[in-house]
């Protein structure tokens, strides 16, 4: 493996506090130095970064890659090679796949296949249920072996409370995290969109937002009974916000996640019946989106998760009750929170890269998250003030169901390097795995 120099960047650093002019030197797979004015070394590489910043490589604990079962979505190789385009390292795979990952050797599969692709480190979560039926715990133990690194049954909530309170006793043996879509099925049902003044308008069904809240609730009593770690997913509402705040004041083990599309949208982008700004969670109202903005600074969400969820294009280009929900966000993930956060001044970049990268991964010991030496050399270099335009033609998904095509946006990554190897390189076509 080539030695190589990042010389001249702004060089950002959450463990250390750091943010200024530096150079970042990679070795084996590791940084081995972080200084001013490395000099270049016999053999090694020099990839200049002026004007650009130099940060840990962006972790994300939310994403759907559709392998097995739906790869004419995504599959584990599209997906990371979209995650490495979009500035991240190593994301998080949601088990909803079919058949679902809820055994060792479905997990094993995943593992294998992100090994194949070389591309952004790709780590399983296992279902918290077998097949997600939300009736019989799935064997943890095994999957943990196997490369598991948290358990859900993502986009199918825990109805059980006596389920989730196992599952929250279990996980802590293996020392992950138990996370929830957290959905009252029976409040949710036949929604289609937020329940507000949107969805009369529109003549919609509304989602109410105690649907998010009281299965929130529910699981924060659960993980205080049981000390377990609940990580809540794609936070929603104001309320969910303030009772995650009011749990950590009490000392209860509760991480949470919000989505880009969140922090950016309201349900108002789902006015004309606009099928891409379906998701679910919904969108919500304004008020919504600023209590998770204030979440996100005051610590009380801890991280960005961009909940990338692949669509036909056909399946979502028909009535807006019959269309599927979500959005895929791993390309456009650091370029809306860079507008929606670090532009009105909410976070600064330094924060921000700690939302999107240090944070995630402490939260599920995860590699990555520092520049610090002997850290992996997990990194990505991005230029804050490249403006462009995402179009579909430009996503390496499979999709490109998204509500932020054609929008102006300013940051844009460039390289991507894991383990020291650059998987992303903009001004090159393709990087082989």
């Known amino acids: 493996m080539t030695a190589l120099l990042i ?11 750091t943010d200024g002019p530096a150079d970042v030197l990679v070795d084996e797979g590791r940084i081995v130095a972080v200084g001013h004015n490395i000099p270049l070394g016999p053999g090694v590489a020099r990839l200049d970064a002026s004007g650009r910043v130099v940060a840990p490589g962006l972790v994300d604990l939310h994403v759907h890659f559709r392998e097995p079962g739906q790869e004419h979505l995504e599959t584990i190789a599209s997906g990371a090679t979209a995650a490495a385009a979009g500035g991240f390292t190593a994301v998080c795979a949601m088990p909803n796949t079919d058949p679902v990952v809820d055994n060792q050797a479905a997990v094993g599969f995943v593992v294998r296949q992100a090994i194949r692709a070389g591309k952004a480190r790709v780590y399983p979560i296992g279902c918290i249920s077998l097949g997600q039926k939300g009736q019989q715990l799935a064997e943890f133990g095994e999957m943990v072996a196997a490369g598991a690194v948290a358990v859900s049954d993502d986009t199918r909530p825990v109805v059980s409370s006596q389920l989730m309170r196992t599952a929250l006793e279990y996980a802590q043996t293996f020392g992950i995290p138990v996370t929830d879509h957290c959905e009252d099925p029976s409040l949710a049902q036949g929604g289609v969109m937020h329940e507000g003044l949107v969805a009369t308008r529109l003549g919609l069904k509304g989602i109410p937002a105690a649907a998010e809240e009281v299965v929130v609730a529910r699981n924060i009593v659960l993980a205080r009974l049981t000390g377990g770690h609940l990580h809540v997913c794609h936070v929603s509402t104001a309320g969910a916000v303030e009772l995650i705040r009011r749990a950590k004041d009490l000392g209860v083990r509760v991480t949470a ?79 809306v929170a860079l507008a929606e956060l670090v532009k009105p001044g909410h976070l600064s970049l330094l924060g921000l890269i700690d939302r999107m990268s240090t944070a995630p991964a402490r939260l599920y010991g995860l590699s990555g998250g520092s520049l610090a030496v002997g850290a992996p050399a997990d990194i990505v270099i991005f230029d804050p003030n490249a403006a462009w335009r995402p179009q579909a033609s430009d996503l390496h998904s499979k999709s490109a169901n998204s509500p932020f095509l054609g929008r102006e946006f300013v940051g844009r990554v460039d390289q991507t390097l894991v383990g020291g190897r650059v998987v992303f390189d903009r001004s090159v076509k393709n990087i082989d795995g």
């Open 257 to 335: 996640e919000a989505t880009p599309h969140h922090l950016a949208l309201t349900d108002l982008a789902c006015e004309g019946y606009q099928t891409s700004a379906k998701v679910r969670p919904p969108l919500r109202s304004a008020e919504d989106r600023a209590a998770i903005v204030a979440g996100l600074v005051d610590g009380t969400i801890d991280c960005i998760a961009t909940d990338h969820s692949p669509q036909h294009y056909d399946a979502k280009e028909r009535e807006f009750d019959e269309a599927a929900a979500g959005v895929v966000g791993l390309e456009t993930a650091l370029p």
């Open 7 to 17: 010389s001249g960047g702004r060089v950002i650093d959450p463990t250390r506090g």
